[in-house]
Structure formats: structure tokens, C-alpha cells
Nanobody, 117 residues
Framework: QVQLVESGGGLVQPGGSLTLSCAAS????????MGWYRQRPGKERELVAL???????NYADSVKGRFTISRDNAKNTVYLQMNSLKLEDTAVYYC???????????WGQGTQVTVSS
């Protein structure tokens, strides 16, 4: 059974930084894509950033230049460095991992990020 376990959420002031981590456990394989979605209060879940095995990245326009996604393939772990946080970044952040050959997506349980003064 595959599990994705997130950590690093919390409360931060506007302009501050947080780093989220998401580690996969279970079967020993590598996700083709890993990344993060978020769900803001009253909004639908939206893609924040993703990264492929070869390091290609994609970001939502709202976070470009502020967030950086990275991964450690050996550890099957993905990170999201979030800088210059804004009030509107407040959300539950969910990591995901894709096994594209099988059409499978795995989700983490979510971690709360609250940006507040």
C-alpha cells in the first residue's frame, strides 16, 4: 500500500516562508510526476506546482517566482519551498504522485497552511 505523508504546514505571517515535504512510503517505485494542489476556503482544488522525474516543473501563475518545487528521487520525496507568502495562499495543501503507466494518482492527507498577521 502506498502512502504519501505531508509535513511542514503551519501558521506564518505575510511575507514569511514555509517548506512543505511529502514522502512516499510503501512499494519501492518512483512516481513519474509529483506535486502539490491546494484548496482555499470556498474554492475548488487547484494545481500549485508539479515536477517530473527528469526535473521539469510547472507552476500556477499565482505562485510563479515565489514557490519552488523540488524532489529527491532516491527518497521519493517532493518539497515545496514557499516564499513571500500572501494571505491568499492560506489553504490545505495536498501532495500527489502519479504512476502514468498505470493511470494511478495517489494523494496525501493534506496539510494546513495559514498566512495571517
Amino acid at each position: 500500500q502506498v502512502q504519501l505523508v505531508e509535513s511542514g504546514g503551519g501558521l506564518v505571517q505575510p511575507g514569511g516562508s514555509l517548506t512543505l515535504s511529502c514522502a512516499a512510503s510503501g512499494r519501492a517505485f518512483s512516481f513519474n510526476r509529483m506535486g502539490w494542489y491546494r484548496q482555499r476556503p470556498g474554492k475548488e482544488r487547484e494545481l500549485v506546482a508539479l515536477i517530473t522525474t527528469d526535473g521539469s516543473t510547472n507552476y500556477a501563475d499565482s505562485v510563479k517566482g515565489r514557490f519552488t518545487i523540488s524532489r529527491d528521487n532516491a527518497k521519493n520525496t517532493v518539497y515545496l519551498q514557499m516564499n513571500s507568502l500572501k494571505l491568499e495562499d492560506t489553504a490545505v495543501y495536498y501532495c500527489f504522485g502519479d504512476l502514468t503507466a498505470y493511470g494511478l494518482r495517489y494523494w496525501g492527507q493534506g496539510t494546513q497552511v495559514t498566512v495571517s498577521s
